[in-house]
């Protein structure tokens, strides 16, 4: 399992996904290959995760909104981390996709639905980008390599759970 391909969907994969794919890859240099999707793409990614990623300084070349469409049936690439990031406590639908691969949920408030000043909104992508640093950050701790798939799943989920603390104390 290397390079560990994961995949981060959400629905208009315009911020949250843009930014886990982004972080995954800078952070993950060569371990990991992430991509992300969402099931109904905006088509263009937002430029507040394009400004949050530049500031942090993640690459953002390559970067686009992309359909799910990509990753399912006999073309698709093989994947072996999925991980939906879709806000589920928001009644926000999480897109589902089938596949032989370990599946977990690391909901995160959509940034691109803040409303208000420039200040506002950059401060809530700030934030969203904390808490998916923060995720990846213990997700590069793991042995994936040598996990069994329930005991990856199992710590995937546990990172799902993580909240935001330096996420808050930042925005």
């Known amino acids: 399992m290397h390079p560990c391909r ?13 930014l886990s794919e ?5 952070l993950g240099k060569g371990r990991f290959e992430a991509c992300s999707a969402g099931s ?3 088509g263009q990614v937002n430029p507040y995760a394009l ?21 399912v049936g006999e073309q698709a690439p093989a994947l072996d981390i999925v991980i939906t990031v879709c806000d589920s406590a928001a009644s926000e639908p999480c897109p589902v996709l089938f596949g ?5 949920h ?7 639905a803040a409303t208000g000043s420039a200040e506002v909104v950059q401060k809530a992508f700030h934030k969203a980008h904390r808490l998916i640093t923060d995720r990846i950050m213990a997700f590069l701790q793991l042995p994936v390599e040598t996990m069994d798939r329930e005991e990856l799943k199992r ?17």
């Open 51 to 71: 400004e949050e990623l530049a500031t942090a300084r993640i690459p953002v070349e390559g970067l686009s909104s992309k359909s799910w469409d990509r990753f």
């Open 100 to 104: 032989d691969f370990v599946r977990t």
């Open 155 to 171: 710590t995937l989920d546990g990172i799902g759970a993580l909240k935001a603390d330096r996420a808050e104390d930042a925005a």
């Open 6 to 18: 994961v995949l981060f969907i959400c629905t208009g994969n315009s911020a949250r996904s843009i």
């Open 106 to 112: 690391w909901g995160l408030p959509d940034p691109a």
């Open 40 to 42: 109904k793409p905006t």
């Open 22 to 26: 982004a972080t995954l890859n800078y």
